[in-house]
């Protein structure tokens, strides 16, 4: 499997490895960093959280669309590579700085580095290889491989960063991983030039001009349009949120031109480029799925799954806050009630969790602090503080000059507070709140609303020592199964399709995808039945249930998406490989926005009923694609794929 293959597929091997540690430590913390309301970040809502972390996935995978074609008839591969990572890196620095304005722009610089690097980089993987080199499977096997060994690492690596050093610190590593691979690109530039090349243009292809008057126009139109009107006409209550709306009605000029691009190629282009549309149906299911990691997976994680895990590293566990015990066993140690500040106030709270606490809010909480529960000033000069400074620094917050409150309610009555700054504003100090605890010393405070703190304590829960907390393992770490088991079963899978090719078994391209959708909707079966055994989250389960999801959607993943990319760079006319892998990540992009709209719905449903909702959607397909199989397995022979 490792050995005969052009040596520049292990240069793209790891400049890939480096592009994805960025990417998937942004799919990791997202949804983490956008509602979460104890640490310092944004304090948004789930359904909100949501609709960010599904909108980036969809406009993540849906520029590819355009970097393809911009590679294809103006830059290049190398160039358009290059170009991408230097977005990536500039999107982390900028989502590093707090602030509304960066956070977004940040965002859109990691779309736009995504749709210059993904397609292209899967195109340069292809170029490396004739049309009918056995080879070109196992290299996409390695090639993948690569870009789960950086997701395998990018969540251990945002565990440690915002452990340590809180949010900023995660996207920083993230742009510094990024940098390292534009680095091997660039010194890899002569090495990677046969994987440069392009296929020659026909006289009939669309310009630039055409295609942006005749399709991107059309998409921002149509996509606007979808937007008002599902803010005009939608109820406050629907959980298909305008911009998911506007995004999926925008999408359909672009399907519309890729049926039309079947329907005007050569009648010897026309069966293959037909035959991707299942292959595009395929894909988009199954990234509805698997990208549920970041959105309705990781809120299981956070929310109904016992994390204590005997062998966690102490470097990838953190303190267990309050949120924690919402449905907590009673036997769970809690910690013990002189680390913990209760406040009658919910927005005192939120400012505290948040690390954005008014000076006026301050002074009000002060005016009624315990006789036990003083304030203490952190100085800013971070070298200079004392052991138990740094420790109570860890449980500080940052005071400013005014802050803005917003509080929302949803449809089922949760209310949420979000507290935010001005642009650019500066902290005026940092204080922490310590109590004073006999045989204990002085032991800082975590501000906590009355309504948690008495379900907390609720029936007498054993308590932890004064100033300790029960270690858990991040939320974010146990999506790094997926890239481990693709580590771990690639060779396997590969083997095992190997022996069936050895003893006479006909299991086509066509097949394999097909039974990686079968397994996909295995995986969902799982989770309704881990939702029973949950009682539909009203206690956590073990963290074993995620272990078999991930092992089980993984094998599928092997299955489709590796064999997916190599039959689109087979079937797809060589002026149009570009065009067609952005294709490919378009359809991505569609079932990435089923992700966020699906993990928004997560948290309005019963756990039973929400997978058995995605199990159901994708056995249709699967049922869809079993039916399609004997006209996909005619077009892979037609082409020799």
């Not at 990691?110 to 490396?128: A, H, Y």
């Not at 505290?352 to 315990?370: C, F, I, K, N, V």
């Not at 932890?464 to 393992?473: C, I, S, T």
Request: charged share 15%; aromatic share 12%; hydrophobic share 50%.
């Amino acid at each position: 499997m490792l050995t005969g293959h052009p040596k520049g597929l292990y240069r793209l091997f790891f400049i890939e490895m480096w592009e994805r540690l960025a990417f998937y430590t942004m799919v990791g913390i997202l949804l983490l960093y956008t509602i979460d309301s104890e640490t310092g970040g944004l304090g948004l809502s789930r359904v909100v959280g949501n609709e960010i972390y599904g909108l980036y996935l969809a406009f993540v995978y849906f520029t590819p669309y355009l970097g393809g074609l911009v590679a294809d008839r103006f830059l290049g591969y190398r160039r358009s590579v290059l170009i991408g990572g230097l977005f990536f890196a500039l999107g982390f620095v900028l989502m590093s700085i707090y602030g509304s304005v960066t956070f977004v722009s940040g965002l859109v610089c990691l779309c736009i580095g995504n749709g210059f690097f993904k397609p292209n980089i899967s195109v340069m993987v292809g170029n490396l290889y004739a049309a009918n080199d056995p080879k070109r499977d196992a290299g996409f096997n390695i090639f993948y491989m690569g870009i789960n060994i950086g997701a395998f690492i990018a969540n251990f690596l945002a565990a440690i960063a915002r452990n340590w050093y809180g949010w900023p610190a995660v996207f920083l590593a993230a742009a510094g991983g990024m940098v390292i691979g534009v680095a091997i690109l660039l010194a890899s530039w002569k090495v990677l030039e046969p994987a440069d090349r392009r296929g020659a243009r026909a006289a009939g292809d669309a310009s630039f001009g055409q295609i942006f008057l005749f399709i991107l126009l059309p998409a921002f139109v149509a996509g606007a349009i979808g937007y008002f009107a599902a803010k005009e006409f939608l109820p406050e209550d629907s959980p298909m949120r305008p911009a998911v709306v506007g995004f999926l009605v925008g999408i359909l000029p672009i399907v519309a031109f890729f049926w039309r691009l079947g329907s005007k190629a050569t009648d010897e282009e026309r069966p293959g480029l037909r035959a991707l549309f299942p292959v595009y149906l395929a894909g988009a299911t199954f990234f509805m799925v698997l990208h549920l990691n970041g959105s309705a997976m990781t809120s299981w994680a956070l929310d109904k799954t016992d994390r204590q895990v005997a062998v966690m590293p102490a470097t990838f566990e953190r303190d267990a806050l309050p949120s924690y015990y919402g449905n907590a066993a009673d036997q769970t140690p809690r910690p013990n009630r002189a680390n913990l500040l209760a406040v009658e106030s919910a927005e005192l709270a939120n400012m505290y969790g948040q690390q954005r606490m008014s000076d006026e809010a301050l002074a009000t909480l002060t005016a009624d602090l315990p006789s036990d529960v003083r304030v203490e000033e952190i100085p800013s000069d971070s070298e200079s503080l004392t052991a138990e400074q740094q420790a109570w620094n860890e449980r500080a917050v940052d005071i400013y000059d005014d802050v803005s409150i917003a509080e929302t309610t949803d449809a089922h009555g949760h209310t949420t507070i979000t507290v935010t700054t001005e642009i650019g504003a500066e902290a005026l100090k940092r204080v922490a709140f310590v109590r004073d605890v006999a045989g204990a010393g002085t032991v800082p405070q975590f501000v906590v609303a009355m309504p948690d703190y008495e379900t907390m304590y609720a029936g007498n829960p054993p308590e932890l020592p004064p100033g300790e907390y029960l270690q858990v393992a991040n939320p974010e770490l146990f999506q790094s199964l997926n890239a481990l088991f693709v580590i771990g079963f690639t060779p396997l899978v590969v083997m095992f399709f190997s022996w069936l090719v050895n003893r006479g078994k006909d299991f086509s391209t066509a097949r394999k995808i097909f039974t990686g959708l079968l397994l996909t909707t295995a995986s969902l079966l799982l989770m309704a039945l881990a939702g029973v055994v949950g009682d539909n989250g009203a206690v956590k389960v073990s963290y074993w249930w995620l272990v078999g999801f991930y092992a089980i959607v993984t094998i599928g993943e092997l299955c489709l998406s590796p064999m997916a990319l190599s039959l689109i760079t087979k079937l797809s006319p060589a002026r149009f490989v570009g065009l067609t892998m952005g294709g490919w990540f378009l359809a991505t992009a569609f079932g990435n926005n089923f992700s966020g709209f699906f993990g928004g719905l997560e948290s309005q449903m019963e756990p039973t009923s929400f997978f058995l909702l995605l199990a159901g959607v994708a056995g249709t397909v699967t049922a869809i694609i079993g039916v399609l199989l004997p006209r996909l397995d005619a077009a892979i022979k037609k082409y020799g794929a």
